[in-house]
């Protein structure tokens, strides 16, 4: 009977454990999980904070899948240490466990910058569970002490989170090195367009301003800002929310010997560098590109389960793409999005719409959906086939252009 360990319990975890079962259905499936809670969809976790949702509506797969799979889920156990040699790993509260094919899928974590005062109490990333809990807790006290919470970093969990903390009775402002919102996921007319529309709801921007010092003594009072002409300014708040983007768990990695570049690198296999390991989601590195992003972590998950199963499946990438939904603002962007304007793309802007196609030599190389998503797919599933649009591309910027046509191509259509 084959053994299998899989260290983590996120969306590549999850998938892995499927993909074995389906495949091999006698082998002894063990997960270790950092968490207390099974696997739940951590993008809802806003939602969760504005009071909008349960864990228990967000959580994918409960106890009972688990049990049903015949698989020894360990909640809130951490692997300390992994011995190749022996193929065993050496968890915190079990001890030695041996394995014949290990997963590696211990996700990622959010970046604290190194700021003076971010251990004070009132700091706070937002990652889990008990970070969502531990930040609405805090907000409820702060809004009757120092009723503003200033939002440092524009990353997509942490707007959505920002708009949460608006609904729980709080003043956000927004702390941005770059001179624009979403700079890897928006040129400047969209990020404007954006910014108006969360300026609408509430939110306060400060862009092109770094942080230097958190004041306060044991808890958060304040922070004190550089903006771009070195001038010095102060906001005074009850708590401050991280949202710096993530870096990916290499601890086990490292300790393992595997081979790294950013992350863990991986075959087309989602086998790493050591016999019987594979990584897969934010750990993993394939062809010098970091995950990043849900579905792939997922794709990549499902490989891996396949993989180690004996049945060797192959990763193939796609497009990443980005979806952001604050209060009903829709937004999907992928690929070259042209933040320069020097290519050529088909534009259409209509009240609080705005869409950007960029293309090359007839071919969709990039996207911006903003206020309506409606064809983003179908244009990002074009990306990922690379036909040429021929006469198709002359539509793209009308308000009517049918999306739809973009699906037969390949098939001789829009040649």
């Known amino acids: 009977m084959k053994r299998y ?13 499927g993909e074995i079962r389906a495949r091999d259905k006698e082998g002894a499936i063990t997960v270790f999980a950092r968490e207390s809670h099974p696997y739940y969809y951590r993008p809802k976790l806003p939602d969760y904070m504005a009071g909008q ?26 692997v300390a240490a992994i011995n190749p040699a022996k193929r065993e790993v050496r968890a915190e509260k079990s001890g030695t466990l041996p394995y014949d094919e290990l997963l590696l899928a211990t996700g990622s974590s959010c970046f604290l910058p190194p700021a003076k005062g971010n251990d004070k109490a009132g700091v706070f990333t937002l990652r889990t569970i008990a ?5 609405v807790a805090e907000a409820k006290k702060t809004a009757s002490r120092e009723p503003t919470a200033v939002l440092v970093g524009a990353g997509l969990l942490g707007l959505e989170a920002g708009h949460a903390l608006i609904g729980l009775g709080l003043k956000v402002e927004v702390v941005e090195l770059s001179d624009r919102l979403l700079p890897r996921q928006l040129d400047g007319a969209s990020s404007k367009l954006l910014q108006t529309k969360l300026e609408a709801m509430g939110f306060s921007f400060r862009l092109g301003a770094k942080l230097l010092e958190i004041t306060g ?10 903006d771009t002409e070195a001038a010095i300014c102060r906001i005074d708040c009850g708590l401050v929310l991280f949202s710096a983007g993530v870096r990916p768990n290499l601890e086990l990695a490292k300790s393992a010997g595997l081979e790294l570049g950013g992350s863990v690198k991986v075959d087309k296999h989602m086998r790493t560098s050591s016999p019987g390991i594979w990584a897969a989601g934010d750990v993993a590195e394939f062809e010098g ?10 794709a990549q998950g499902k490989i891996a389960g396949a993989s180690m199963a004996g049945v060797p499946c ?22 070259n999005i042209d933040a320069e304007n020097s290519a050529a793309s088909k534009l259409f802007v209509s009240g609080g719409a705005y869409r950007k196609i960029v293309l090359e030599e007839d071919v969709i190389k990039g996207v911006i959906f903003l206020g309506s998503t409606a064809g983003a797919n179908d244009c990002i599933a074009a990306m990922d086939r690379g036909p040429r649009l021929g006469k198709l591309a002359d539509g793209l910027d009308r308000e009517g252009f049918d999306f739809g046509d973009l699906r037969k191509l390949g098939m001789g259509e829009g040649k």
């Open 314 to 335: 192959e990763y193939i990438p796609r497009t990443p793409g980005m979806a952001l939904k604050v209060a009903g603002i829709e937004l999907v962007s992928a690929g």
């Open 131 to 135: 970070d969502a809990d531990a930040i």
């Open 217 to 226: 003594g044991e808890a958060v009072a304040g922070v004190v800002l550089e």
């Open 53 to 78: 949702t349960s864990l228990e509506k967000f959580t994918i797969h409960g106890l009972s899948h688990y049990e049903k799979l015949n698989v020894d889920l360990r909640l809130g156990e951490n």
């Open 289 to 298: 590109r970091p995950c990043g992003v849900w579905p792939t972590a997922m």
């Open 5 to 17: 360990v899989i260290v983590g319990n996120g969306t590549a975890g999850a998938s892995a454990v």
